[in-house]
């Protein structure tokens, strides 16, 4: 540590000082001086009335704080929107603006009357504004929402960023990490049994400890109910958690009785059937029993199921995350070393120079894949993932929807996007408070358009129309020139994204939501209906314009969209049929809905 005195000519002895702390670092002293030498004679003479102000500068500057971190990044998105703004602009698309204003009315008219509508499209070039009706009111955008939180873990993690999962031995401990890893699922699970039980003695260990202190404990979102049947679409989130923390839940007829089947098998799970045979239809749900390192989640099965009757097959959710990885990682084991399960408990994992010793670990995909499924299938539970993930690595507390939805707001704020504009609650839209107007999602859209113009961005993180997930059957007309994300509640419904030249570059972009009145009824197909002719009626006065010869403004060959930015916020962050994204809803897994609750 060196110290410099504040003033020069000051020689002191430091008693009764006053400290001054920083961000838990010494930074200055204050204290009085016994003796001081004269600048002017040369001789010494006490003095009593003197104080003379140290300035300590240590070795190593102590850690930046959690703020720091989240200012330093914010910053740095900040500066990459204002270089990418200073790189838009161009002349606009010259539509037929009365004609498209007059049709799209026409759609709007009938819906006006039973619920609250926004439309806002906007030529993402010039950023000349093409439509716009009611763009500024706020309303519940659904899974819209999910936009934001992909947007901000991409900028702010990187396209690349990959969750790891990793497995340590610790004496007779089998420890197992887990970072937020949103995909990692059976096949995961069993190929790290695998490879565990190829490197380690099975015999010799004698507990599985789960580590899942990345993210907080609390593990439902806001907006979430844990009440009701156990809905998987509104599953728990934890850093260390499997097949998007549901379980399979399969009720057949028997000779003796309804047999109850659950996939993955774990020891954290446990089966009450009282269903009985006979005319109905068994009822399923699930909730957590005891508490600590004992809860369980508990699938009780009730009602009744004919004799003949084909398997019911339901998704459910489990009550605690970390605890059933480790149960069915400890049913794994004991398939391959023909023994009984390791019990599991919660602990934190020793570091590498206190004993623990490496064994496996599992990187996921890269972070642009995980997020374009997370879009395409509209999973609540991956959404929350991210947010949480976002939390934690920025700003180095464990993650949680308080840290998240900061770190999101402010990337929000860093966009230059007005904060008056959006209500965040948590991740995937899943929530009744969530609000937000179809101007700023567009204006989300054309900013993270222009910072990250390159593969790994939003843009190509959006899903194409037509193509999988809930746009599989929707605009399929558009020849794959739209990419957007859906949202859908009761009475909510939404669809925002990007029309693009036959080249793929994003020409246009749009927002549509819609809010059903209170006592009013507009089904989801009704609604969905009037977006898909709001975007094909876009479609065609681009193409109209196109074909008059408007294209060749583009000639040049500069991407309407904007270009990349050298250097982005992320820079400073260091077989089953299941859908690549997991279940949407209570359905068998082989079947990803199209009209999913918050898809």
Do not use: C
């Not at 020069?8 to 009085?32: C, D, K, Q, S, Y």
């Not at 020139?481 to 029309?499: C, E, H, N, Q």
Request: hydrophobic fraction near 45%.
């Amino acid at each position: 540590m060196h110290v410099w005195p504040a003033a020069a000519g000051a020689i002191t002895l430091v008693a009764a000082a006053v400290l001054v702390f920083e961000g838990g670092a010494l930074t200055r002293m204050v204290a009085p001086v016994p003796y001081a030498m004269s600048l002017e004679t040369g001789e010494g003479e006490p003095r009593r009335d003197a104080y003379v102000e140290v300035v300590v500068v240590p070795d190593e500057l102590p850690p930046p704080t959690a703020e720091e971190r989240l200012l330093a990044r914010l910053e740095a998105v900040s500066r990459a929107v204002e270089q990418a703004r200073g790189g838009a602009g161009g002349p606009p698309i010259a539509l037929d603006t009365a004609g498209l204003d007059s049709a799209i009315r026409k759609i709007v008219a009938p819906l006006e009357r039973l619920a609250s509508v926004s439309v806002h499209v906007r030529d993402l070039a010039s950023d000349t504004v093409l439509f716009d009706f009611q763009g500024d009111v706020p309303l519940n955008p659904a899974s819209n929402n999910k936009l934001l939180t992909t947007a901000a873990a991409l900028d702010l993690l990187g396209a690349d960023y990959r969750f790891e999962t990793r497995v340590l031995r610790h004496g007779e401990d089998l420890v197992v990490v887990g970072e937020g890893d949103p995909s990692f699922d059976h096949v995961a699970l069993a190929a790290l049994a695998d490879e565990i039980a190829a490197r380690t003695d099975l015999a010799s260990l004698t507990r599985i400890v789960v580590d899942d202190a990345a993210f907080s404990p609390r593990r439902m979102a806001p907006g979430f109910s844990d009440t009701a049947i156990g809905l998987s679409y509104q599953a728990p989130s934890g850093a260390l958690s499997l097949d998007f923390n549901t379980v399979e839940i399969t009720v057949a007829p028997a000779a003796e009785g309804p047999l109850v089947k659950l996939f993955p098998d774990s020891t954290h799970v446990v089966i009450d059937n009282r269903a009985t045979i006979g005319s109905g239809a068994p009822t399923v749900r699930t909730y957590a029993r005891g508490e600590g390192d004992a809860v369980e989640t508990v699938v009780e099965v009730t009602g009744k199921i004919r004799r003949r009757a084909k398997p019911v097959l339901v998704r459910r959710r489990i009550s605690d995350p970390g605890l059933y990885t480790g149960g069915a990682l400890a049913v794994m084991l004991a398939a391959r070393s023909q023994d009984a399960p390791l019990p599991v408990v919660r602990g934190r994992a020793p570091t590498y120079g206190h004993g623990a010793e490496p064994v496996t670990r599992r990187d996921s995909a890269p972070l642009a894949v995980i997020a374009a499924d997370a879009l395409a299938f509209s999973n609540n539970f991956m959404a929350e993932q991210l947010l949480r993930t976002v939390g934690w690595r920025v700003t180095q507390s464990p993650g949680d929807w308080d840290n998240g939805s900061q770190v999101v707001l402010g990337y929000w704020r860093a966009l230059g996007l007005d904060p008056n504009a959006l209500v965040f609650e948590n991740g995937s839209g899943m929530s009744d408070l969530g609000r937000v107007t179809t101007s700023a999602l567009v204006d989300l859209i054309a900013v993270a358009g222009r910072v990250r113009a390159e593969e790994g961005g939003l843009l190509s993180a959006l899903p194409v129309a037509g193509e999988r997930g809930t746009l599989v059957s929707r605009l399929r007309k558009s020849g794959k020139r739209v990419r957007a994300k859906t949202g859908t509640l009761d009475g909510v419904s939404g669809l925002t994204g990007v029309i693009t030249a036959e080249d793929g570059t994003p020409q246009v972009g749009f927002s549509i939501l819609i809010n059903v009145d209170d006592g009013r009824v507009a089904v989801a197909a009704k609604r969905k209906r009037a977006e898909d002719k709001i975007v094909m009626t876009v479609l065609r006065h681009l193409d109209a314009w196109a074909a008059a010869g408007g294209a060749s403004r583009d000639a040049g060959g500069k991407s309407p969209a904007g270009t990349a930015v050298d250097g982005s916020a992320a820079d400073l962050v260091a077989s089953d049929g299941t859908p690549p994204a997991g279940p949407a809803s209570d359905v068998p897994s082989s079947a990803a809905p199209a009209d999913p609750p918050a898809g």
